[in-house]
């Protein structure tokens, strides 16, 4: 296989060079490099911040304030990026509610950002996600379960897994939408419940 | 409208796109507002996909878990046996022990390449596989079988993702289960490497140890007896590696003594470089597979370099 020094991949690659990035590649880079961190930084946001109703509206500002910054230019590596604009949301969400932070955030500047710790394997990321997945899925109500484990694992249509659950289209769509909401509240929030 | 308000609506549009069988063009249309509306929607959207996708990966489980699921097939996960026996019997014998001694059904049908010939397998369901030079494969794929088996050399995959047949490519003791994926199988003597360009894929080993890598696209996965390691590599490095599905061989910097390892796997007349000088030089440009002199010619007319035919080789020196 022909070997790419570093040199030359820095040459040849576009966002190196301040082009703005495609929607297309934007998306990738969304889904295949952010989303994975999102179970550490649900963490981070959790041990830093006690209400956890606002967990997913500071998650969502995160986010958007992560796109914003990578329409100019994919910011690489991510994780350090990511865990900057929580900090900065975290701050921002100090001042504006003017709280100050007794617990295990004596001083607002000095809140830690994961940065060094590169995570475990991706091995190990991969299996825990599988594992993640099984239990998430033990989880659901029985019903929004099967209806989700006919699609998804047996790869029935929504009219056939109608049939078999005898109920309505419209419900096997409701089915569908609830067990997905609850898996992505779960699935990488450490297996638990919101 | 608050993130877990916008979270539902996403999760219920990608959920009617993924199985409303009636998804129309006012659908699509309705939809893209939707997310041109503010980036929270597309954000959403892109994660709610995610996870929707994500749940397949529990279809894959199925396929090597009889206890996981119904295992309606019986024939299959016999074949799915006797294939992994086989595969680890490669393990212990390397490469080239790398046969099986009998198709393990009579709908199997083999494929090969010689020597710098590049072919292209079109499926039924819509996957192809291009085959590089210098590689056997066989394939059964039928009654809803998805099964190959890379024998040696190189082969691309796009393929049609069916929750309900998984698509299967096992080589030298590994398991790729592709879930809706492009992806490059290359083997060598006891290991191979999978480089995923879209999609999702998982690779498993069938080792004393049981080892297991979730691919995303840019990872490159290289997997041994027993260990999977995994790498990401960019798109341009990864299109370069791709470049044979086009006849050409891409080299960036790259070591004479590499380019002549690459020409050799495409051509019978093999170039061989005996001073580790020459061989440390570096090349820059895109030639053809098969167009052994116009490499010669460019080791002439770049470094001033002499070849000669010995043997039936031909050798590159100062």
């Known amino acids: 296989m022909v070997d790419t020094p570093e040199t030359s991949r820095e040459r040849d690659d576009p966002r190196r060079q301040g082009a703005a990035a495609g929607m297309a590649d934007l998306k990738t880079w969304f889904v295949s490099e952010v989303l994975p961190l999102e179970q550490a930084l649900m963490q981070y946001l959790q041990s830093n911040w006690r209400r956890a109703e606002d967990l997913a509206d500071m998650r ?24 900057t604009i929580a900090r900065n949301i975290l701050i921002d969400r100090y001042r504006r509610e003017r709280i100050v932070p007794i617990d295990g955030v004596p001083d607002l500047e000095t809140i830690a950002v994961p940065t060094q710790d590169p995570g475990p394997d991706r091995r190990a990321i991969a299996r825990d996600e599988l594992r993640h997945l099984q239990a998430a899925l033990d989880r659901l109500p029985p019903r929004c379960r099967e209806a989700i484990v006919l699609r998804q694992v047996e790869g029935l249509s929504r009219k056939e897994i109608a049939l078999r659950m005898a109920i309505s289209e419209k419900t096997v769509n409701r089915h569908l939408c609830d067990a997905m909401n609850l898996l992505l509240d779960m699935q990488r929030n450490a297996g638990e419940a919101p | 409208m608050t993130a877990r308000e916008i979270q539902e609506r996403a999760v219920e549009w990608v959920v009617q796109r993924q199985t409303d069988e009636a998804w129309s063009e006012a659908d699509q249309t309705a939809l893209d507002a939707w997310l041109a509306e503010i980036p929270e929607h597309m954000l959403a959207y892109w994660r709610a996909e995610d996870g929707w996708n994500r749940t397949e990966l529990l279809g894959a489980l199925r396929s090597f878990r009889p206890n996981a699921a119904r295992q309606p097939d019986r024939t299959r996960s016999i074949w799915l046996r006797r294939a992994a026996v086989a595969a680890m019997f490669v393990i212990l014998g390397g490469a080239a022990a790398n046969y099986f001694a009998q198709p393990p059904q009579s709908t199997e049908h ?29 394939a059964n794929l039928s009654g809803g079988k998805r099964q190959v088996v890379l024998e040696k050399g190189e082969a691309f995959f796009q393929i049609k993702h069916d929750a309900a047949h998984p698509f299967t490519v096992y080589a030298t003791g590994h398991r790729i289960v592709d879930l809706g994926t492009k992806f490059l199988v290359k083997t060598a003597p006891n290991r191979i490497e999978v480089a995923l360009v879209e999609g999702r894929a998982r690779v498993d080993s069938d080792g004393a140890n049981e080892h297991s890598a979730l691919l995303r696209p840019g990872d490159v996965a290289v997997a ?95």
């Not at chain 2, 010689?114 to 819509?126: I, S």
């Not at chain 2, 910097?253 to 570096?282: G, H, M, S």
């Open chain 1, 60 to 83: 969502q500002d995160i986010y958007l304030r992560l796109y914003e910054a990578a329409k100019e230019r994919i910011p690489q590596p991510t994780r350090p990026f990511l865990f």
């Open chain 2, 110 to 138: 083999a494929y090969s390449t010689v020597v710098g010939e590049h072919k292209t397998l079109a499926l039924a369901d819509g996957s192809q596989i291009e085959m590089n030079t210098n590689t056997v494969l066989r």
């Open chain 2, 224 to 318: 041994t007896a027993t260990s999977i390691s995994v790498t990401k590599k960019t798109q341009p490095t990864l299109a370069k590696e791709l470049a044979w599905r086009q006849g050409n061989l891409v080299f960036d910097n790259t070591a004479l003594a590499d380019v002549a390892a690459e020409f050799n796997r495409y051509n019978r007349q093999k170039i061989v470089i005996a001073d580790p000088n020459v061989a440390r030089l570096t090349i820059v440009g895109t030639f053809p597979a098969t167009d052994v002199d116009a490499i010669i010619n460019t080791a002439r007319e770049v470094f001033g370099l002499h070849a000669t035919q010995q043997n039936g080789r031909i050798v590159i020196s100062r």
